[in-house]
């Protein structure tokens, strides 16, 4: 069973920083074009970043354009598409492709299948499909069937879960493989991985993380392997200003020590 995430740990502590980002850094929002990211909570990403020789990643069923997008003005080391796109801490990238008339086909499969159904959405990620269905909740059981058969079809193709949206990506990519991926190479190697993330899509990444000693943190509520857990977004951020400025973790250290608020474990 996770537990509240109430430990605080130095800016310049040995840790690797894996944050996902919808439902983590920013709050879930009808269509995903509207979600931002607060620019006060990318500048203490960044200077979390700074403090840690560069090792912070953003993990994300989202593509990299997206993602670098979203942290503007700021450019961290991504995966993308639940880790079918990867860019490393000097720019280099790692993208799986599928065949272009692969593509082609499961693009018109979806399309004839989705045909006639209201308030559902597909978005064509370049090596992968998300079939959206948030503002149509009823469509769910036909949407699972339709990505079932696709995946079945072509074994090189797999299922992805997450909230409101079930996604068809490259089989073998997943969130789990890029953190292992970072965690090979500078400046994340020899460090502690630290992973938070609110989805069915971030439980891969929890388990490696956890098989590799560190701390998987669950936003929100929902089983889970994670470790940890904070209850939402808005907690994520303060956990990140506490770590960041050093002023508001004494503050929340002099709370405890008040009465009004307690550490379950330390680092």
Not at 134 to 153: D, F, K, S, V, W
Not at 171 to 196: T, Y
Not at 235 to 246: A, D, F, I
Request: include cysteine; glycine fraction near 8%.
């Amino acid at each position: 069973m996770a537990e509240p995430l109430t430990v605080i740990p130095d800016l310049s502590a040995n840790y690797a920083y894996f944050f996902d980002l919808d439902g983590t850094l920013a709050a879930i929002q009808p269509q995903p074009d509207q979600v931002v990211v607060p620019q006060k909570i990318l500048s203490l990403l960044h200077r979390l970043a700074e403090h840690n020789a560069g090792a912070l990643a953003l993990i994300s069923g989202r593509s990299m354009a997206e993602l670098d997008a979203l942290a503007k003005p700021f450019r961290f080391p991504l995966a993308g598409v639940h880790g079918a796109e990867r860019r490393d801490i000097n720019g280099r990238t790692q993208v799986v492709q599928l065949p272009a008339e692969l593509k082609r086909e499961v693009s018109a499969r979806l399309h004839a299948g989705m045909a006639g159904l209201d308030g559902i959405r597909l978005e064509v990620k370049g090596m992968a499909f998300a079939l959206h269905y948030r503002q149509a909740p009823q469509h769910e059981a036909i949407l699972q069937a339709l990505a079932r058969r696709i995946t079945q079809r072509w074994p090189q193709l797999a299922l992805q879960q997450g909230k409101c949206v079930v996604e068809i990506k490259p089989a073998g990519a997943s969130k789990g493989e890029a953190i292992a991926a970072f965690m090979q190479e500078a400046p994340f190697a020899g460090r502690v991985p630290l992973f938070f993330g609110d989805d069915l899509t971030d439980e891969n990444g929890f388990s490696v993380v956890n098989r590799l000693g560190g701390l998987s943190v669950r936003v929100g509520e929902g089983e889970t392997q994670a470790k940890w857990r904070l209850a939402g977004v808005p907690e994520v951020w303060h956990w990140l200003e506490c770590v960041v400025n050093p002023q508001q973790k004494q503050k929340v250290m002099n709370d405890r020590s008040e009465g009004y608020g307690s550490f379950s474990r330390s680092i």
